[in-house]
Antibody, heavy 116, light 109 residues
């Protein structure tokens, strides 16, 4: 079964850091671009970041560039999102997604709450 | 950056209705458009990719059309399971931002 499972979410204070992980299974992870997408409570979807097959190319939405870092470990079939200098507006469910035919596989999401 | 505008924001319809959702891009994206369905508390589900290609396992009552800047998602006969929020997304280039529309909530009339 093709599957993505996120972990690492939680409550963090403004200015803090958090590292999200996404474990992939059931497909050849190293042959797909991967992404993070977030959804603030009651709001729409927002694409956050993409990473190329070997991690050599990375792209970010303007609002997180310089604060978030996407990375991957193909040997461990894992995707990561390092989030630094977190703000209240980063509060959201964070999904990892596979770029196949568009975003064809999604994880269940992990909640990140930035609050004092 | 490419902006995506969906209309309407909310749509009230009955079972059996034909439903159409529109998505407009601020510049040409060729056919690099996808449609997703999302239900409360769940991850989005891919319905349509490349503007008109039906994802495997998705019922044939869903269809997509358009190219350039104007796109539509059509549900030919609305079923009870189809009440959800629908999002379009452009993915014109791997090196650009991939933008979602703001969503269209399909409600029971």
């Amino acid at each position: 079964e093709v599957r993505l499972v996120e972990s690492g979410g939680g409550l963090v204070q403004p200015g803090g850091s958090l590292r999200l992980s996404c474990a992939a299974s059931g497909f050849t992870f190293s042959t797909f671009w991967m992404s993070w997408v977030r959804q603030a409570p009651g709001k729409g979807l927002e694409w956050v970041a993409n990473i190329q097959l070997d991690g050599s190319e990375k792209y970010y939405v303007d609002s997180v560039r310089g604060r978030f870092t996407i990375s991957r470990d193909n040997a461990k079939n894992s995707l990561f999102l390092q989030m630094d200098s977190l703000r209240a507006e980063d509060t959201a469910v964070y999904y990892c997604a596979r770029k196949g035919n568009a975003f064809d596989i999604w994880g269940q999401g992990t909640m990140v709450t930035v609050s004092s | 950056d490419i902006q995506m505008t969906q209309s309407p924001s909310t749509l009230s319809a009955s079972v059996g209705d034909r439903v159409t959702v529109t998505c407009r891009a601020s510049q040409s994206i060729s056919s690099w458009l996808a449609w997703y369905q999302q239900k409360p508390g769940k991850a989005p589900k891919l319905l349509i990719y490349r503007a008109s290609s039906l994802e495997s396992g998705v019922p044939s009552r869903f269809s997509g059309s358009g190219s350039g800047t104007e796109f539509t998602l059509t549900i030919s006969s609305l079923q009870p399971d189809d009440f959800a929020t629908y999002y379009c997304q452009q993915y014109r280039s791997l090196s650009e931002t991939w933008t979602f529309g703001q969503g269209t909530k399909v409600e029971i009339k």
